[in-house]
Each structure stands twice: as C-alpha cells, then as structure tokens.
C-alpha cells in the first residue's frame, strides 16, 4: 500500500493556450477565417491597409488601382463610373493619394499636340529614388500659388450697364464657338471692358464674336483668357470716322392771306405780307 509508482509525474503538467483550446474565440475582435491565394491576388502592405492617415475611400481606391494591370483607365470619370461615390469625392481621396506618395499624376504631350495625364500608382512609397524627397503636405493654412495676372484690355470711352451686359454675355457664349475658350467668372469680369471698347465702335456682337472665336492656334489653349485678352488688345479696330451733325430742316411756315391786300404769304402767325409791313413802317411805298 505504500509502494510509490516512479512512473508518476510529481505533479500535473499544464498545457499551453494554445494546445488547450486552439479553436477558441476571443472574447472581442475581429476573427480570421483566411484561406491561401494561389490566383488573381494583389499584395497590399500594412503600411497602406492600416494607414493612420488615409481615408478609407483613398485606401480602397488605392488598393483598386494596385491590383489593376499596366495601362488601365484611373481617371476621376472613370472611377466615379466604377463607384457609387462621386468624382468630387473621388477626387479628393486621388490627392490623399498623391500627397503620401501612393500616385504620382504629371500632364506630358503626346506626339500628336493632346495633354494627357500619367498615373504612377507606388505600392511602397520611398522604395524609389524618385521617393527620396518627402512630400509636401499643403494644409490649410498654405496659401495657394499666386494667379498670373491677365494682360490689360482696352477700356471703353462710355461705359454703360447695358453695354457691359453685352460684353459679358458675349463671352459667356464663347465656349459654344470653340470648347477651349471656356471662361472663368473672374476671367470675364477681366475681359467685358475690353470688349465693350469695341462694340463703342460701331461693331455689333457678331463681328467681335467672329474677331475672338475665329482663326485659333491649333494647339492646345493652356490660357484661353490671356489668349483673348492679347487679340483685344493687338486687334482693336479704329475708331468710326467724325460724322458732323445735320442741320436742322428749314421751317416751313403754313400759307396765309395778307390782312391788307389780301396777297398769300408764309408766316408764323396771320397778319400782313412783308410788303404791308414795309409799307406801314415807311421803308417803301405799295405799287
């Protein structure tokens, strides 16, 4: 009966965590249900799928384009045809992007003269020596690059509210001419005296619509407002010759009889022919 077993561990041994219930659920939390990739899989980092800065419709976005191949459509029109959120938003989410270094958008000419616009989508930021420099973080207290100021235009002799009114809608209407002479409010506000100085020249809105919108470059019009207000400038007609007033018409009196010899006379007022009235004050006689 008192016969030890050496057999026998001195004492119970415990099992680890893991080994005691390795199915076990946390108390809170996500739980992973992973299964490996083997096709059609994208490698995101960490540093873009926890990223503490990005939003979440940049971080989708850039996940998206990541997994796209070389040569596909990133456009914000094209995004915001693929998702439910619109290009504004789209658009703001693309410049998180480019501020932390996920996409890098630069405009090169093509050999046939068209702007298009290069995407380069970076699923390592600073893993390229074109990386090396931070990038410049706007916030809002930065102020946005100077405008470049338009040239000046020539001003009218007389302006009126209704002569201004014509310029402005003349060049409110010059994009339906020509889609590259698009306009901003400040741009026409800039360019109407200009164009009201012309219309005091005897021109009517067609022909300075024909002046402006008419003979263009072929190359792009990266500023369509200077471009105009250079031709208002260079291109000013003279202005129309002197015309000296007419003379008032001759006043015709209507046809009276003389109240002494009875004769027709013009007047302004009945009584008597010149003769009569020589006659009376002495200067002649009456045959």
């Known amino acids: 009966m008192d016969t030890k077993n050496p057999s026998a561990p001195p004492r119970a041994q415990s099992r680890t965590a893991g080994k005691n219930h390795p199915h076990r659920r946390p108390p809170a939390g996500v739980v992973h249900d992973n299964s490996r990739h083997t096709t059609r899989f994208t490698v995101i980092g960490n540093h873009l799928a926890q990223h503490a800065e990005l939003s979440g419709l940049a971080i989708g976005l850039a996940v998206h384009i990541q997994s796209l191949p070389t040569g596909a459509p990133v456009d914000i029109k094209t995004l915001a045809a693929r998702f439910p959120e619109g290009p504004t938003r789209i658009a703001a989410a693309l410049r998180e992007l480019e501020t932390h270094g996920y996409l890098r958008r630069t405009r090169e000419r093509v050999p046939g003269g068209r702007i298009v616009t290069r995407t380069v989508s970076r699923n390592q930021p600073g893993a390229s020596p074109e990386d090396a420099a931070p990038a410049v973080r706007r916030t809002a207290t930065d102020k946005p690059p100077p405008r470049k100021l338009l040239p000046a235009v020539p001003q009218p002799a007389r302006p009126s509210p209704s002569l201004l009114k014509t310029a402005v809608d003349l060049l409110a209407g010059l994009r339906r001419a020509d889609p590259r002479l698009f306009l901003s409010a400040t741009d026409v506000e800039h360019l109407a005296p200009g164009v009201a100085s012309w219309l ?88």
């Open 200 to 287: 005091e020249r005897d021109l009517t809105p067609t022909d300075v619509r024909d002046a402006l919108a008419t003979n263009l470059p072929q190359e792009p019009l990266h500023r369509p407002a200077a471009f105009l207000a250079h031709r208002l400038a260079a291109q000013l007609p003279p202005p129309p010759p002197f015309r000296a007033p007419s003379p008032p018409p001759a006043v015709r009196h209507p046809l009276r009889n003389c109240d002494g010899c009875d004769r027709g006379f013009r007047g302004p007022e009945p009584g008597h022919c010149h003769d009569c009235r020589s006659a009376q004050e002495g200067l002649r006689p009456v045959c």
